[in-house]
C-alpha cells in the first residue's frame, strides 16, 4: 500500500492546560486562564430554553455582531465572528499569508499565532522581549520587505505585561503603513491601569489594524468557542468569503448575546479579580516567587530567587491536586502560568503554597 503524501509543516503541536492528574477525582484547574466565576447566571439561563437546535445557526451571527457593535459603538460591519478568537487566527492568515511571507511574534507570545502562520506558509521571525515584556524596538528590527503581519496579545499571554497606549501608537506610526498589526485584546477587560487602553479605543478607524476579542476568558463561554475580530470592511468582506459556514454555534452566538448583557457579572468577576490576584500575589513574594502586576486574570511566577525550582512546586501542588500551567511549550525557564480561581479554589492554593514553603 502508498501513504498519499502530505505537507509536512514543522510546528509543535498547540497543548492546551492541562486538566486532569491520575487518581485525583476533583481538580483545581488554575492553568487555561477560565473565568474565575463561572459562567452569567443570564448565560446560562438562555442555554436551557428549547433553541432549535435541529436547524443550522445564522451564519453571519447577524444577532451578535449587532449586539457587540452596540455595546462597543462599532459598525457590524466591521465585525466577524468566529469559533473563537481562534478561529479569527485561522481565517486572517489564510487570507494574507503564503509561502514568502514573514510573520513577527514577540518571543513569548500566545502559541496559535506561530502555528496558524507556519500552516499557510510563512516564516515567523520571534522579536526578543526585555524582562517578559513585548519591545517594541525588537519588533521593528524584525521588519524586512516580506513582513506582512504583527500579531501582539495585550496585555500579553503568558506573560502578563502590557504595552502602554503610548507604546502602542508609537508602534503603529513606526511600522510600515502596509504591515497589518494585529492586536489580540483577549484580557482587555481586566486591565484598569491609566496608561493602559484598548486596541478599539486606539485603533477603531485604522485599515491597518486588526483587533480580536473572545468570550472564553471573562465571559465565561470557553467551552462554546465563541470569538471575534474588528478591522476594516474590505478584510471582514474577504474574510467572509473564505470562513467555514456557521462556524458559530448557535448556542455560542445566544449565551454571547446575554453575557454581553450582564454587566454585573462582569463588573464582579473583574474585582473579585483584582482582589485575589493582590492577595496571591503578595503571599507569593513572600516566598521570593516573582510575579508582574496584575494586569490579568493570571500571573507569571518566576522562580528564579525561590528556594524551590518551578518544577519542584508544580509538582507538589499537582498532588494536592492542583494544576498550574508548565511554561515548557513556551520555552520559558523555571516559570509556571497561574489563573487567579474562585474563592475557594485561591484559599487552597495559598494554603498548600504556605505547607510547601514552611518545608525547610
Ligand atoms: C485565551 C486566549 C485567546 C482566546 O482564544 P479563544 O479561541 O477565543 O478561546 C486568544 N488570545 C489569547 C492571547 C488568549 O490568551
Given amino acids: ?33 477560565e473565568s474565575a466565576l463561572g459562567t452569567s447566571k443570564k448565560a446560562l439561563k438562555v442555554l436551557l430554553k428549547k433553541n432549535n437546535i435541529f436547524k443550522y445557526p445564522d451564519n453571519e451571527s447577524t444577532n451578535l455582531r449587532i449586539k457587540i457593535a452596540k455595546n462597543f459603538s ?5 465585525i466577524i465572528c468566529g469559533s473563537g478568537s481562534d478561529e479569527v487566527i485561522q481565517i486572517l492568515c489564510q487570507l494574507f499569508l503564503e509561502p514568502g511571507d514573514e510573520v513577527i511574534v514577540p518571543e513569548y507570545s500566545f502559541l496559535m499565532y506561530r502555528i496558524y502562520s507556519k500552516i499557510s506558509g510563512a516564516k515567523v521571525k520571534f522579536a526578543k522581549e526585555k524582562n517578559f515584556k513585548v519591545s517594541i524596538k525588537n ?9 506582512k503581519i504583527v500579531f501582539i496579545a495585550n496585555p500579553n499571554n503568558p506573560t502578563g505585561t502590557y504595552l502602554t497606549k503610548k507604546e502602542l501608537i508609537l508602534l503603529r506610526k513606526k511600522l510600515r503603513s502596509n504591515i497589518l498589526l494585529v492586536l489580540d485584546d483577549a484580557y482587555v477587560e481586566y486591565v484598569k491601569h491609566l496608561d493602559y487602553s484598548s486596541a478599539l479605543k486606539l485603533f477603531k478607524g485604522k485599515e491597518n489594524v486588526f483587533i480580536l476579542r473572545t468570550f472564553s476568558k471573562i465571559y465565561g463561554l470557553a467551552a462554546l468557542r465563541v470569538g471575534w475580530g474588528y478591522g476594516s470592511r474590505k478584510i471582514i468582506k474577504a474574510m467572509n468569503n473564505i470562513k467555514p459556514p456557521f462556524n458559530v454555534n448557535k448556542l455560542a452566538q445566544i449565551a454571547a448575546i446575554k453575557s454581553l448583557e450582564d454587566k454585573n457579572f462582569l463588573k464582579k468577576s473583574v474585582a473579585h479579580n483584582i482582589i485575589w490576584g493582590n492577595k496571591i500575589k503578595n503571599q507569593l513574594n513572600k516566598y521570593d516567587i516573582s510575579t508582574n502586576k496584575v494586569n490579568t486574570n493570571f500571573l507569571l511566577l518566576n522562580f528564579n530567587n525561590c528556594k524551590f525550582s518551578s518544577k519542584y512546586v508544580k509538582t507538589k501542588l499537582e498532588k494536592k491536586g492542583i494544576i498550574l500551567r508548565s511554561m515548557e511549550s513556551y520555552n520559558i525557564k523555571n516559570c509556571l502560568r497561574l489563573t487567579i480561581g474562585n474563592v475557594s479554589e485561591n484559599k ?11 518545608k525547610k
Fill in 1 to 33: 500500500m502508498t501513504l498519499p503524501k502530505f505537507k509536512k509543516i514543522e510546528i509543535n503541536r498547540y497543548k492546551p492546560g492541562k486538566s486532569k492528574i491520575l487518581r485525583i477525582r476533583k481538580v483545581i484547574k488554575l492553568s487555561a486562564n
Fill in 74 to 78: 462599532l459598525d457590524e460591519q466591521k
Fill in 139 to 147: 519588533i521593528l528590527k524584525n521588519v524586512t520587505k516580506f513582513t
Fill in 348 to 358: 487552597k492554593l495559598i494554603l498548600n503554597l504556605k505547607r510547601i514553603f514552611s
